[in-house]
């Protein structure tokens, strides 16, 4: 399937820092991204759409604020944990759309990148 | 979305066929009915989509009955490594007018044993 990374694949910070985690489609351009949580024994849970070029769509119950979202390009979008605390520790996921154009995305598929564990302390 | 429903485990013996069940029945008529697993602390991997059709992969087969309400994952010979979160999602296909965002549900986890 096709690629799609994930950096870092871990990180540790200190309460009321900041983290930010990259998301990159390696083969194949995507006008949208999604962002998911998981917390431990739980499924995944969608917290935002990215839109490259415009504002990401947040679900219901996501703070806007404190999980900023920037889809700088059509490889890449990132998501900045502000202010993290404790209780943000989780594994985040992203995904990507396939366009089913070129290399080996396929249309209709969803690609996920390999999560990213933060642990705030 | 509509809504799955899946058991929310189940074991297999290795080299025997699992069959994973799916509830869907407030399906609409242009969702397709997908397969995702999770290996602990993975991402989530694609097996197999249908819209009504049975369908198959190297990974798996799909069946869906006829009035679309149900589907089953049929993985036909389970080794140790497809122990894994199983889930069943159904979606309306990323296109122009849609996200094709994924909802997750609790999904079935699947104990492959020896």
């Known amino acids: 399937g096709a690629v799609v990374s994930q950096h870092p694949s871990w990180v540790i910070c200190k309460s009321g820092t900041s983290v930010k985690i990259e998301c990159r489609s390696l083969d194949f351009q995507a006008t949208t991204m999604f962002w998911y949580r998981q917390f431990p024994k739980q499924s995944l849970m969608l917290m935002a759409t990215?839109?490259?070029?415009?504002?990401?769509?947040?679900e219901q119950g996501v703070e806007k604020d404190k999980f900023l979202i920037n889809h700088a390009s059509l490889t890449l979008s990132t998501l900045t944990v502000t202010s993290a605390h404790p209780e943000d520790s989780s594994f985040y996921i992203c995904s990507v759309n396939g366009r089913g154009t070129s290399g080996r995305a396929k249309l209709r598929e969803q690609y996920f990148g390999p999560g990213t564990r933060l642990t705030v302390t | 979305d509509a809504k799955t429903t899946q058991p929310p485990s189940m074991d297999c013996a290795e080299g025997r066929a699992a069959n994973l069940p799916c509830n869907h029945s407030?399906?609409?008529?242009?969702?397709?009915v997908y397969w995702y697993r999770q290996i602990h602390s993975q991402g989530p991997q694609y097996i197999i989509h249908?819209?009504?059709n049975n369908e198959t992969n190297e990974m798996a087969s799909l069946i869906i009955t006829e009035d679309r309400k149900s589907s089953t994952l049929i993985l036909p010979h389970a080794t140790l490594r497809d122990t894994a979160v199983y889930y069943c999602?159904?979606?309306?296909?990323?296109?122009?007018?849609?996200?094709?965002?994924?909802?997750f549900g609790q999904g079935t986890t699947l104990q492959v044993k020896p």
């Open positions: 990215s839109n490259e070029g415009s504002k990401a769509t947040y």
């Open positions: 407030t399906i609409s008529g242009n969702e397709y």
């Open positions: 999602i159904v979606r309306v296909p990323y296109g122009s007018s849609n996200t094709g965002k994924l909802i």
């Open positions: 249908g819209l009504k």
